[in-house]
């Protein structure tokens, strides 16, 4: 397979300057027209051919202002067509295919999804509909002319500005689109439908209206209104916040069915997943809702941080991705509960990034390599990259932040740029030097933070000791030390905040501490008792710290922490020690459970903590949070047994208390999307979900009650995986009855009964799942259906997927091959959930290896694929 290099990027010897593109869609096949103005980049000699890419393209003909060419002057192959000996001035290249988007199920490029023709051209799907200089860094204008049936394919879409519209004779019907803005071509859609919307409208700061629509499949208008609501919201926070403007007189969002991404971004049309658009109460949970608003968000975001400022090449994908992501959650953060939406971030970056950063997947933010670039739209891009920005952001203040982030936008809007330019304007518009930051975008792994202190009460000194250390990931031995802003305080026994008189030994300013060295002891002096340090507040860096906290001091700040993040954390911690020593051989003693019980049951009561918060805290780390601590010779089996003995052992003692605030949450109020209504409802299903899973008396019949009066999803999908994560006697009566009464004749309701039974910690499941799949109608085409049922299996059933006999990597890897045929993409993530296997015990990985083994022989697998399981067998 060929490597791709960043040290490899040169700019390009042409550039497309506009694109005028002309589709005639038919049911049978697609011809695309596309005449190219082009012009030699500065220095290009004569002579030097010009090379396009492509991609299962049928070539019809090629000319050059308006001649035809003759054969010797053009080659085309399976990835390109070479100009031999193009004009070296302006010159127009006319070039004709033939697609085949009903066969296209990649879903890259022009496909169909239901009857709806539709595209997703990033990262390189562009190609796939014509001939192109395929890269970020080629800026074009593109006019789009769409020709198609007019009875089905009513609705006729493109980035811009509609122009021209009308009849085509024989049945057919037009649409002429121009976008103004340059663009790459990862930005360019199209859509063909027979579709139904809503339209609705913003008027932006300086007064311009802009006409708002949201396209979906006839029948479902009505649960378009929340995402509309998300998208009006969002154009107004963007000004707010980061006094960015919509630019378009036109934004239109189009949901499918059938879509690699939850959701893209192009200039004007944002394509969605319909999984991030439809929402009702009766089919749609809370975690829908909060999804929903924060893709719309997100995607529209892109508008200023990805469309006007786009990435020079893919290696620079988390300069649009990693800073939206920040965006979008810092959007959350002040539209519902900063908290809260921190917290579950973070739950997020420990679930979905740690362990790459700590696999064999583990890949800087900014890659210096790939083979694959689809391979690389991952948690270390996203979520990682947002942890790199809010880290530029704690360092500079939100004044120095967004001073930056004008600068960014006046230096660089209509540019294709990199990270050293997004790092140099915050280093010029606040006089640092980030030179040491950007290591965050080039090392791989996630730092280790250790820390120890002692205190003397001869001096009134207190000293912290700080270390940090980061493990070799694939083709980085050597690690150097990182810049961690280190939020803290100290508090005192009265659970105040203590003040010092002076400081050495470190660069602590006011509530942070920078550390920049792999070490640092920082002696703070005029400290009048002993105090218990609440360190990395509000996860201030993406580190994974060793505390060497007691027990009493962990629910000391669980109780008297005024940082919410940090109380959250301490009850982690409190869970996690004990979870962990006793997998390890030492259980826990009575006083120990009872402590964090007791911690637990006044967190419940607190009546200053808001139900949101109360629903997380009320939690012991997950199977996957906790094999990842142990770090090595992993058995689930044993993670499982010994978790859920804890979690009955500290809340079964509560049931009188969880029963009581149960039975108090309960509300007639019809479903709202808020926080405060979602945060109760969040509580009140935690609660559920911890009495069954803790065998309190009556639990088991309260969740089916639950399930047969829900008035909303969250609710019947809350007492259902209770239900089923503890295989209660009615689990099985309750899954079949969801099948046959919500989710037959819903998909997204459906995902939601895959994504359950694929979670179901107990043998039999994956017989459960190979009669899902075989059945002729399930849709192996569909990614949402893929994920879920797979998705699920591989990253929330690990007892199962990684069964002592094998069976649960042999099916995956199975799946693997046979859905590598349809859908390469969908494939090669679902292969990514073998990532734990060199953390496993021998006969584990022995069973892994060999499935992985299976599959590499199989030959003929796509890039996407070949490239993971290369990477995991290195
Ligand atoms: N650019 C791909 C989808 C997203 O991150 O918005
Ligand atoms: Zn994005």
Not at 178 to 190: G, I, N, T, V
Not at 263 to 284: H, S, Y
Not at 650 to 657: D, K, N
């Amino acid at each position: 397979e060929q490597t791709i290099y960043l040290k490899d990027y040169a700019v390009s010897p042409y550039r497309i300057v506009s694109a005028d593109l002309d589709f005639k869609i038919t049911e049978a096949d697609t011809r695309v027209r596309a005449q190219l103005t082009i012009e030699p980049n500065p220095g290009t000699a004569a002579g030097t051919p010009l090379v396009l890419d492509g991609d299962e393209l049928a070539l019809g003909s090629v000319a050059i202002d308006g001649a035809p060419l003759v054969q010797s002057a053009y080659a085309a192959d399976a990835t390109s067509l070479t100009i031999v000996e193009p004009p070296l001035r302006r010159f127009v290249l006319e070039t004709e295919v033939t697609i085949k988007p009903a066969g296209n199920t990649k879903l890259m490029g022009l496909y169909r999804s239901g009857g709806t023709w539709c595209t997703q051209c990033e990262a390189e799907g562009f190609r796939r509909i014509t001939y192109y200089l395929d890269r970020p860094d080629n800026l074009a204008v593109f006019k789009v002319r769409i020709t198609a049936p007019q009875a089905v394919a009513p609705v006729l879409l493109s980035n811009g500005n509609l122009i021209e519209q009308g009849d085509a004779g024989d049945g057919m019907h037009f649409a002429v689109w121009e976008d103004p803005f340059p663009k790459p071509s990862y930005l360019f859609a199209l859509v063909a439908g027979d579709l139904g919307s809503i339209t609705d409208s913003f008027t932006t700061a300086s007064g311009r209206k802009v006409d708002l629509a949201i396209y979906c499949t006839h029948g479902k208008e009505d649960q378009c209104l929340w995402a509309m609501d998300s998208l009006k919201r969002s154009m107004a926070w963007d000004e707010r916040r980061f006094g960015r403007e919509y630019d378009l007189d036109i934004f239109n969002i189009v949901a499918v069915s059938d879509f690699n991404f939850g959701a893209m971004e192009n200039k004007g049309l944002n394509i969605f997943n319909d999984k991030l658009v439809f929402a009702q109460p009766e089919t749609a949970t809370d975690a829908d809702y909060d999804g929903i608003e924060r893709v719309i968000a997100h995607e529209y975001f892109h508008n200023w941080t990805g469309n006007r400022i786009t990435c020079r090449d893919w290696f620079q994908l988390c300069l649009k991705e990693g800073l939206t992501v920040y965006r979008d959650q810092e959007f959350t953060s002040d539209e519902r509960s900063r908290p809260v939406k921190r917290i579950s971030d973070v739950v997020t970056l420990r679930a979905a990034q740690f362990p790459e950063d700590g696999g064999p997947l583990a890949h800087p933010a900014r890659p210096s390599q790939y083979d694959e670039i689809n391979n690389f739209y991952t948690a270390t891009v996203y979520n990682k990259g947002a942890e790199i920005v809010r880290m530029l952001a704690t360092l500079l203040g939100e004044a120095g932040f967004r001073k930056g982030m004008d600068l960014y936008f006046e230096r660089h809007d209509g540019e294709a740029t990199t990270i050293e330019a997004f790092l140099a304007v915050f280093a010029e518009a606040n006089d640092v030097d980030l030179e040491q930051f950007k290591t965050w975008y080039l090392q791989a792994g996630t730092p280790r933070l250790s820390v120890s202190d002692s205190y003397d009460a001869a001096s009134q000194t207190y000293t912290l000791n700080l270390k940090q250390e980061t493990q070799p990931t694939p083709g980085q031995p050597e690690k150097s030390a990182l810049v961690l802003p280190i939020k803290f305080a100290l508090i005192g026994p009265n659970g105040s905040e203590m003040s010092w008189t002076g400081v050495t030994g470190g660069d602590v300013r006011q509530d942070m501490i920078v550390l920049d060295a792999a070490s640092a002891t920082i002696t703070f002096s005029g400290v009048p008792s002993k105090p218990v340090p609440s360190l990395l507040r509000e996860f201030s860096a993406p580190v994974s710290m060793d505390s060497a906290l007691s027990q009493a001091d962990q629910l000391f700040l669980a109780q008297h922490d005024s940082d919410p993040f940090n109380r959250w954390q301490a009850l982690q911690d409190v869970g996690m020690g004990l979870a962990v020593a006793a997998i390890d051989g030492t259980p826990w003693s009575d006083a120990s459970v009872k402590a964090l019980s007791q911690a637990m049951a006044e967190t419940l009561a607190s009546d200053t903590l808001d139900d949101a918060f109360k629903a997380l805290a009320l939690s012991l780390p997950a199977e996957a949070q906790i094999s990842r601590t142990i770090g090595k010779e992993i058995d689930p089996d044993r993670v499982h047994k010994v978790r859920k003995e804890l979690l009955k052992a500290v809340f079964a003692p509560l049931a009188l208390e969880m029963l009581n605030a149960y039975l108090a949450l309960s509300s007639e109020a019809p479903y709202a999307p808020d926080a405060a209504s979602t945060g109760r409802r969040s509580l009140r299903n935690r609660l559920l979900a911890l009495m069954v899973a803790s065998d309190c008396a009556g639990a088991v019949g309260l969740a089916a009650q639950q399930y047969a009066g829900a008035r909303n999803m969250t609710d019947r999908l809350a007492a259902l995986s209770a239900s089923t994560l503890a295989w209660t006697p009615d689990a099985a009566k309750l899954l079949g009855d969801f099948h046959a009464n919500f989710a037959a004749n819903d998909p997204l309701v459906l995902d939601k009964w895959l994504a359950v039974t694929a979670s179901v910690p107990e043998d039999g499941v994956i017989e459960r799942i190979q009669a899902v799949l075989a059945d002729p109608g399930f849709p192996k085409t569909n990614p949402n259906r893929l994920r879920s049922l797979m998705g699920s299996f591989t990253l929330n059933n690990p007892t199962q997927f990684a069964r002592a006999d094998g069976a649960g990597f042999r099916f995956v890897a199975d799946f693997v091959a046979e859905v590598d045929k349809i859908n390469p993409q969908v494939a090669a993530r679902v292969l990514t959930g073998f990532r734990i296997w060199p953390m496993l015990d021998q006969s584990r990985r022995d069973a892994a290896k060999v499935a992985l083994g299976g599959l590499q022989t199989k030959g003929s697998l796509s890039r996407n694929t070949a490239d993971i399981l290369a990477r995991m067998l290195a």
